[in-house]
């Protein structure tokens, strides 16, 4: 079957703009992860969510950062007013619910790069 | 609280060398583990998962980890490397309700002919 799929692969945009981008989670799979990967902080936890339950905002850097997951499915995280720091590859990555056993599966990345 | 420590950014071996990459958590509560692989412009790839059943855990492309309590470790080996194992390598924990994964800082591996 079909992995994670992530949209855009790559986002070349402008300091200050907002930007958004996609997750398409394993059919089936009730939990659904966004992380960032930077050379300077290297693979970071942003946030996280279980089917119907309040997600896990823990790891968002900042109030720029949003996301939201529609229909227990599909999953947009949005970076408001963009920054050069923002510059990464966020990682999204599904899973079913196993109380932290169950393997996550990740996608193949949005390289997100602020000039 | 937990967190991952990966000995060594860069690790270089020969082909049909041992591979040895070394991962040491830190864990309050009984600590979920895995290796992930990622290769260049791609996401990560699950390699092997320890949960609390047998400790010497079997993963994929002939790679095998020990989970030792004594040690906190968690360590990575491979009996002989191959040309297609050259990739980053992730150390990563979790516990029960705690679903999000802490890295490592990674481990780059190199093989050489």
């Known amino acids: 079957g079909a992995g994670v799929s992530q949209s855009p692969s790559n986002k070349v945009t402008e300091k200050g703009k907002d930007v958004e981008l996609r997750c398409d989670p394993i059919?089936?799979?009730?939990?659904l992860y966004w992380y960032r990967q930077s050379l300077g902080q290297g693979l970071e936890f942003l946030i996280y969510f279980q089917g119907n339950s309040a997600p896990d905002k823990s790891g968002l850097p900042s109030d720029r950062f949003s996301a939201e997951r529609t229909g227990g499915s599909v999953s947009t995280l949005t970076i408001q007013r963009t920054q050069q720091e923002d510059s990464a590859v966020y990682l999204c990555?599904?899973?079913?619910f196993g109380g932290g056993t169950q393997p996550q599966h990740f996608g193949d990345g949005t390289r997100l790069s602020i000039l | 609280a937990q967190s991952v420590t990966q000995l060594g950014s860069h690790v270089s071996v020969s082909e049909g060398a041992l591979v040895l990459l070394r991962c040491n958590y830190s864990s309050s509560v009984p600590p979920y583990l895995f290796w992930y692989v990622q290769y260049p412009n791609q996401g990560l790839q699950l390699l092997l998962k320890?949960?609390?059943?047998?400790?010497l855990v079997k993963g994929i492309n002939g790679f095998e980890a020990e989970f030792k309590k004594s040690e906190t470790s968690f360590h990575l080996t491979k009996p002989s490397a191959h040309m297609s194992d050259a990739a980053e390598y992730f150390c990563a924990v979790s516990n029960f309700g705690n679903e999000k994964l802490t890295f490592g800082t990674g481990t780059r591996l190199t093989i050489i002919p």
């Open positions: 990555a599904s899973s079913f």
């Open positions: 059919s089936g799979h009730t939990a």
């Open positions: 320890y949960t609390s059943a047998a400790t």
